[in-house]
């Protein structure tokens, strides 16, 4: 079977080599993101595999097809970006990895809710510009003294509160379709008790249209003044001019973000133009009381293992049986296993 990997990384290397070797996979891997100009490289295979936060619009599908190539293996878990009318106008079937590192996730928002609760930001800072006695009055908060709302109990959730019941914090959870687990301990709250309780809230949900800007200018005033915002899920979950003004003026105390609102054009014209300027980016970087990383949360050995073989696997299921558990379909359209 002949795979063609689009947007392979150095760390993917290995893994997809190793699984060509185990099958007997014709293998092509290019660096190249899938656009309607590079889908030709894929001429001659069964499936195509790719991973990139850029759009997968119609003129992919329809290139696709003309090659004769009817699925796409996503190497993430996300599906906010792909034109499903158009795949399912060209007949192109869409796999996605619906949890390719659970624990990764949750590990990464558990570092940022200690990096901001011990106020670590202002401590660099002023060791940077040489206070040291400064840096010794920032007094921190712990977490295990702290009401932490996980809006979201899906695998990354529910990963989350396993790390917060062995700390001792106190969880609250907010999710429109709760999923019963005997063993975390947690209460089900409404949104806004959770909002108005949580010293820090941290969103694991999917970026569903409906989910835009959840957290926005009227959230934010009913959460604790002071309280810490985190975000490992999706881009569109946070109003990022509302949480700008809100550290300005102190309603929010901290926020951690591995997913940047406008994080698809920013890349975009990363690519274009070889520069990734945004205001708003910059504004929050310059923030000691912020932390931002870019859509690394997932990122570890373990994730990477997982998103290559189980996007591989995933066409080798469509090309032999003609069914994935991972499929994703047009009824599903952002099926994201958060």
């Not at 002949?2 to 290397?13: A, L, M, Q, S, Y």
């Not at 119609?58 to 796409?72: E, P, Q, S, T």
């Not at 590990?107 to 401590?123: H, I, K, P, S």
């Not at 698809?264 to 990383?293: H, K, R, Y």
């Amino acid at each position: 079977m002949k795979i063609t990997v689009f947007g392979v990384r150095p760390d993917e290397r290995q893994h997809l080599e190793r699984w060509a070797q185990q099958r007997g996979d014709e293998l092509v891997q290019t660096t190249a993101l899938l656009t309607p100009d590079s889908v030709a490289k894929a001429a001659g295979s069964t499936g195509i595999s790719c991973f990139q936060t850029v759009p997968y619009e119609a003129g992919v599908f329809k290139a696709m097809r003309k090659l004769g190539i009817k699925a796409l293996a996503l190497r993430n878990t996300g599906t906010d970006n792909v034109d499903f009318d158009a795949a399912q106008h060209y007949g192109i079937r869409i796999t996605n990895v619906p949890a390719y590192s659970p624990n990764a996730i949750a590990e990464f928002a558990l570092a940022d809710m200690l990096y901001l609760l011990r106020q670590t930001g202002l401590v660099q800072r002023d060791l940077q510009q040489d206070h040291y006695r400064q840096a010794t009055t920032h007094i921190g908060r712990e977490l295990r003294c702290s009401t932490v709302g996980v809006i979201g109990t899906g695998r990354i959730g529910r990963s989350l509160i396993s790390s917060l019941n062995g700390i001792g914090a106190k969880v609250l959870a907010y999710d429109p379709h709760p999923q019963a687990d005997c063993q975390l301990h947690f209460e089900s709250v409404t949104l806004q008790t959770l909002l108005r309780q949580s010293d820090i809230v941290t969103l694991h949900i999917p970026g569903t249209p409906s989910n835009t800007h959840l957290i926005d200018q009227a959230a934010i005033a009913e959460m604790k003044p002071g309280a810490l915002l985190i975000n490992t899920g999706r881009p569109n979950l946070v109003d990022t001019t509302a949480v700008i003004a809100a550290l300005r003026s102190g309603q929010l105390g901290g926020v951690g973000i591995d997913t940047f609102e406008h994080e698809t054009e920013d890349l975009l014209a990363l690519a274009e133009a070889g520069q990734f300027v945004d205001p708003q980016w910059q504004s929050l970087l310059a923030m000691p009381n912020v932390i931002l990383s870019p859509h690394i949360a997932y990122y570890t050995e373990t994730a990477v293992r997982n998103m290559c073989e189980t996007a591989m696997q995933a066409l080798h299921d469509l090309a032999e049986r003609q069914a994935s558990d991972c499929e994703v379909f047009p009824d599903q359209r952002l099926r994201q296993a958060q």
